[in-house]
């Protein structure tokens, strides 16, 4: 079954620095977005969404500081995990970028085995069935490493685009999804389908999880998009 891979925002604007970084989480399968300035960082994390931002302290015109204290302001984006990269080692300017909101803060140069296995470390958190983790929500249960839904007991029979659709919305539980946010992170920024399509989809999503009478986990909010539980 093909899973869509997290997606990975890489902000650094010395090219090679962003070529290998991106290089690597390829290598480790995640989708990369690339961006060489804090301007650039910023309007990519707000119109994508990405699982994770992988943020170098200095950037020119907007430092990644204020990339990350703004991508933490922002409903939208807050919850992204953020990993900043910087040559500033002191302790002092750790605990500053913690405090912006930074959730990991790694000191150049750095091991790139060592900056990956804290990249996992976040995403287990934030896409914990991408990495073949168990979900649960009340009497729905998604098996992330056997790719096996059953609801009271009873397995679901769901096709690979609803599965899909359902772990995305089941790891953030309450969160609105925009059509179009669904569409990158489920169907993959290369697909060649509309936001209908989404709908369509959630409407068969929706009968496997009542077809044995429960009720239905999936909220639509009006204009928007959908949310779960």
């Known amino acids: 079954m093909k899973v869509v891979q997290p997606c990975i925002l890489v902000v650094e604007d010395e090219a090679a620095q962003r070529e290998v970084l991106s290089y690597n989480l390829e290598a480790e399968g995640y989708r990369v977005l690339q961006g060489e300035s804090g301007d650039e960082g910023l ?41 900043m990269l910087s040559a500033r080692s002191e302790d002092v300017d750790k605990v500053r970028g913690l405090e912006t909101g930074a959730d990991d803060y790694v000191a150049k140069p750095y091991s790139v085995k060592e900056l990956m296995a804290r990249v996992k470390a976040q995403l287990r958190r934030t896409r914990p ?32 685009t609803e599965y899909r659709l359902l772990s995305q919305l089941m790891e953030k539980p309450g969160r ?24 369509v989809h959630v409407g068969r999503l929706r009968k496997a999880l009542t077809a044995e009478g429960g009720s239905d986990p999936i909220r639509t909010i009006r204009g928007t998009g959908y949310a779960f539980g």
């Open 129 to 160: 069935a991408a990495l073949g983790a168990q979900l649960d929500f009340e009497d729905i249960v998604l098996n992330g490493e056997t790719h096996k839904v059953t609801r009271a007991g009873v397995e679901l029979k769901l096709g690979p």
């Open 43 to 83: 309007l990519l994390a707000r119109e994508n969404v990405p699982d994770l931002i992988v943020l170098d302290w200095m950037l020119p015109e907007m430092s990644g500081i204020e990339v990350c204290r703004q991508v933490k302001s922002d409903t939208t984006t807050k919850a992204i995990p953020i990993i």
């Open 176 to 199: 609105v999804w925009p059509r179009e946010q669904l569409l990158d992170h489920v169907w993959g920024r290369d697909a060649f389908v509309d936001t209908r399509t989404v709908d």
